[in-house]
């Protein structure tokens, strides 16, 4: 019997080959989304540093979901349309 795959297996595939930029978004909703996306990453990178500063024994998986989770938004992020200014 498989196992079921993971989530982060199926953004991976998701984004494995370039797709163009989301066209037609409000940009209102694409600013929003970005600055999320932007905390989201801060976050979890800081998260992911304090872990690692604060464990003798690393988890490994642990800190792999934490790599993966920040991949799959810096690849969303690159596919928004970029802002004007």
Not at 19 to 32: C, E, G, K, S
Not at 37 to 48: D, N, S
Not at 62 to 79: D, N, P, V, Y
Request: glycine content about 2%; charged content about 25%; proline content about 4%.
């Amino acid at each position: 019997m498989q196992a079921a795959p993971r989530v982060t297996d199926e953004l991976t595939l998701m984004f494995r080959y370039q797709q163009p930029a989301l066209v037609n978004v409000d940009r209102h909703h694409a600013v929003l989304l970005q600055e999320q996306l932007v905390r989201e990453i801060t976050g979890l990178e800081r998260r992911l540093e304090q872990m690692q500063r604060e464990q003798f024994s690393v988890d490994f998986s642990m800190t792999q979901t934490f790599k993966e989770m920040i991949h799959s938004r810096r690849a969303l992020l690159g596919h928004l349309p970029q802002q004007q200014h």
